[in-house]
């Protein structure tokens, strides 16, 4: 048998190590001896080439078993360490990891888990999952100058309806149909003990992520700052303004008075919590 080249290595290698099943197991789904892959890879008198291979095989698993974990430890506290590891040996038939870097391997989770067995008698696991991702996605986007009320204040009266709402790019617009910022309340405060299912949400509802320096936060929105806010976060040809925010509260039904008012209780929220960039 002619020697392999050094790709062919690796990706026999990698073939093994990432295989569903135990490397002895892979060899026999294919038909291949334990003698190829031991003319391959030196073994010993205290492990063979297949059983060295297997140490690989288990580490890989085990260690983006891990990252997993880190990234939804709240989904992984709701349905438990062993389903959590059924739940990942699964993902990752379906998903294997494509980057270089472990922090993207998560990132299709929220989708999988919501198609998935254990989502039948819990329909909210996937968006539970997905406030987790978009909790560690915001953590690692670029920081922007913000802008204060101070810069709003400083705005003549005429201009004000110019004022530029440019969103932060470390923020993230979550719908959910349930009210999963209470699961997630729970597991903070207790979290020795798995909550209950939450109510379903009014219609509408969704969770805005965002990052205000080193610190993560979310909290829950309504049908109208929803709107508003999927709005900007579109990032559209041209930067949304405060006129264009009351226009479109004024569309949606609000007189104009009502629209105004809502408009600057919105840039108020948005201003005290750093979601808005200095043009």
């Known amino acids: 048998m002619a020697s392999p080249s050094l790709a062919e290595l690796q990706a026999r290698f990698f073939e093994l190590v990432t295989a569903a099943e135990s490397v002895g197991a892979e060899l026999a789904a294919h038909g291949i001896p334990e003698r190829e892959l031991a003319a391959l ?9 297949t059983e060295r291979l297997d140490v690989y095989a288990n580490m890989y698993f085990f260690r983006i078993l891990d990252v997993l974990r880190a990234d939804y430890p709240k989904l992984a506290a709701v349905v438990g360490d062993a389903a959590f590891h059924d739940l990942a040996t699964g993902y990752l038939q379906a998903h ?53 009320r101070q810069d709003v204040a400083a705005v003549a009266p005429g201009a004000f309806a110019d004022i530029a709402l440019r969103p932060i790019p470390a923020c993230e617009l979550v719908p959910a149909a349930f009210s999963v910022e209470d699961v997630w309340r729970a597991l903070e405060a207790d979290g020795a003990s798995v909550p209950g299912a939450p109510p379903r949400a009014p219609a509408g509802h969704a969770l805005l992520v965002w990052r205000r320096g080193v610190t993560v936060h979310h909290r829950a929105v309504d049908q109208t700052e929803r709107r508003a ?23 949606a039904g609000a007189s104009e008075e009502d629209a105004a008012q809502r408009a600057v209780q919105l840039l108020g929220q948005w201003l005290a919590d750093d979601l808005l960039a200095r043009a």
Do not use: K, M, N, Y
């Open 41 to 49: 890879l030196a073994g010993d008198a205290r492990a063979s080439a």
């Open 229 to 251: 806010l999927t709005g900007i976060l579109a990032r559209p040809p041209s930067t949304p303004t405060f006129g264009a925010l009351c226009a479109s509260l004024a569309e």
């Open 96 to 148: 294997p990891s494509r980057h270089p870097s472990l922090r993207f391997v998560g990132a299709a989770l929220p989708g999988f888990v919501a198609r998935h067995a254990l989502a039948d008698e819990r329909p909210w696991l996937g968006e539970l999952a997905a406030l987790e991702w978009a909790r560690v996605d915001v953590f690692d986007r670029a920081d922007v100058a913000l802008l204060a």
